[in-house]
């Protein structure tokens, strides 16, 4: 069992992310021009852009997984337009701020599972939102809930993570069928159901990400 993951994989993570953001950058535009700006793909390719650049600055490194994830929000809340620089950066400055990563280098599934529960209550603070209202919670919720369950339950990290990416798909999948009631896309009332959220769709990848980053580790 490898009970946790390194700050080197973290940023891998980040880093895995980021080049996943600039390969989905169409569909999340193609996704947003149904019911919102058409912008989410590019400011999410900026952002991510510019996470990558700090991350590959050997002269800037993170000293704690705090650090990092510091570095990541303060970057995104800067560089990211719409609502998704606000919200994702909230997501890793409230995970930055979870007590039980003060200090550490290596989190466990536990802290982990800490860390992403911090962060989705960060972005339902900033977003003002629900779960059930077609936005990112609607991925964020149901997936912490499963890397909770996977921790609570003594899970590895490989297979807490596979409970955790099912989650976030069917939360994600859920989207298609939802009258959004947030953000510029509740503008369309009725209209906006039968379109997959494009910021769920892109909080998915942060799942499917991760995975990968530990699958390749194993």
Partial sequence: MRPDMTLAQLRA?????ADCIDEIADQ????????????????????MSKVRMHLLDASEPAEDVAALFRTVAMTLISS???AAGPLYGSFFLRAAQTPALAGC???STQQLAAMCRAGAEGVQNRG???????TMLDVLFPAVDALERAATAGLDLPDALA??????????HATIAMEA??????????????????????SYHLFTTLAATINAAA
């Fill in 13 to 17: 993570w980040l880093l895995r992310y």
């Fill in 28 to 47: 999340l535009t193609e996704l947003d021009a149904a019911i919102g700006d058409a912008d989410h793909g590019a400011n999410m390719v900026r952002g």
């Fill in 128 to 134: 003002k939102a629900a779960l059930g209202e077609k």
């Fill in 105 to 107: 280098t290596v989190v």
């Fill in 181 to 202: 009631r947030k953000g510029r896309a509740s503008y369309l009332g009725p209209r906006s159901i039968g379109h997959q959220d494009p910021g769920a769709t892109s």
């Fill in 163 to 172: 409970a955790t990416l099912e989650a976030a798909r069917t939360g994600l």
């Fill in 80 to 82: 990211v337009g719409g």
